[in-house]
T-cell receptor
Framework: GNSVTQMQGQVTLSEEEFLFINCTYS??????LFWYVQYPGEGPQLLLKVTTANNKGSSRGFEATYDKGTTSFHLQKASVQESDSAVYYC????????????FGTGTKLQVVP | DTTVKQNPRYKLARVGKPVNLICSQT?????MYWYQKKPNQAPKLLLFYYDKILNREADTFEKFQSSRPNNSFCSLYIGSAGLEYSAMYLC?????????????FGPGTRLTVL
């Protein structure tokens, strides 16, 4: 079946450090992949989305590359700010019609000044 | 306006009593979803409406009911709350359903069952 794995429950960085959040997925075919971000007191919101294997998505300084070979969709940012503190969810949109989006467990990012 | 509203934001319920949560959106989205989020777990899709058609996940089929009286509103109903229902409930909507669609989420309702 479809599944998403985020191994990092929490990441703590200082401002201007490099961010890397790991995400791997399991499915068949070519799924759509998303990163959603949830700020305190709000619901998740779309950060970026990629629909084609080996393509890269980017938004607000964040990047993620869809790698079908390694079934990964890691999230990166070169230099984090305190305002990036949030929970980041990797989400798998199944490759087959009739399937819906499956969320990972989320990675809480805390950026300290 | 891309806002999804949820009421109430916090709900305290007694074991065995019913619970009704409300969600609304004004984006004219045809699909509305309900998720359950517990600490250290992924948000879990409970059910969704595509237009007037309700789809419920197999493992939560008998635990949750829902209604969608019009395009803008959707409710989540628990007939008899148990302690295991304590969680954050997230409502979302999208234009077209399925695996490609961007979902717009409300801030959630935190349900505590005592």
């Amino acid at each position: 079946g479809n599944s998403v794995t985020q191994m990092q429950g929490q990441v703590t960085l200082s401002e201007e450090e490099f961010l890397f959040i790991n995400c791997t997925y399991s499915t068949t075919g070519y799924p759509t992949l998303f990163w959603y971000v949830q700020y305190p007191g709000e619901g998740p919101q779309l950060l970026l989305k990629v629909t084609t294997a080996n393509n890269k998505g980017s938004s607000r300084g964040f990047e993620a590359t869809y790698d079908k070979g390694t079934t990964s969709f890691h999230l990166q940012k070169a230099s984090v700010q305190e305002s990036d503190s949030a929970v980041y969810y990797c989400v798998l949109g199944g490759a087959n019609s009739g399937t819906y989006q499956r969320f990972g467990t989320g990675t809480k990012l805390q950026v300290v000044p | 306006d891309t806002t999804v509203k949820q009421n109430p934001r916090y709900k305290l319920a007694r074991v065995g009593k019913p619970v009704n949560l409300i969600c609304s959106q004004t984006m004219n989205h045809d699909t509305m979803y309900w998720y359950q989020k517990k600490p250290n777990q992924a948000p879990k899709l409970l059910l969704f409406y595509y237009d007037k058609i309700l789809n419920r996940e197999a493992d939560t089929f008998e635990k949750f009911q829902s209604s969608r009286p019009n395009n803008s509103f959707c409710s989540l109903y628990i007939g008899s709350a148990g302690l295991e229902y304590s969680a954050m409930y997230l409502c979302a909507s999208s234009r077209l359903g399925g695996r490609y669609a961007e979902q717009f989420f409300g801030p959630g309702t935190r349900l505590t069952v005592l």
